[in-house]
């Protein structure tokens, strides 16, 4: 058991270990964060939907945030998409409830 505890550790840059599972966490959450941001920024620039990185970003984010938009669909919050704002708070309650449950268990 102490050579899987070791191996599920790493070192921050302070040198304390931190679960590489909770690390995991955070860069995702990162990741999704910046990808939720460029989707709203280019639902304000409106560059054309045939450029690649365009194509992929809307790919990724649309699974993520169509759920939420059938429940607070634009034209019901004043033309104001919320979803992007939704996803990510759920997503970071979600992260912190799993971080606080790996840090009890380990």
């Known amino acids: 058991m102490p050579l899987l505890k070791a191996a599920m550790t790493t070192l921050r840059g302070d040198g304390a270990k931190m679960p590489t ?10 990741v999704l964060f910046l990808l939720l941001l460029a989707r709203c920024v280019i639902s304000w620039v409106r560059p054309s939907h045939y450029h690649p990185i365009v194509r992929w970003i809307e790919e990724v984010t649309d699974p993520i945030l169509r759920p939420v938009q059938r429940v607070l669909p634009p034209w019901k ?22 971080i606080g449950l790996l840090q009890r268990m380990g």
């Open 21 to 30: 599972v909770v690390r995991l966490i955070q860069i995702a959450l990162d």
């Open 77 to 98: 919050t004043w033309g104001i998409d919320f979803s992007p704002l939704v996803v990510f708070l759920l997503a970071n309650l979600l992260a912190r409830f799993l």
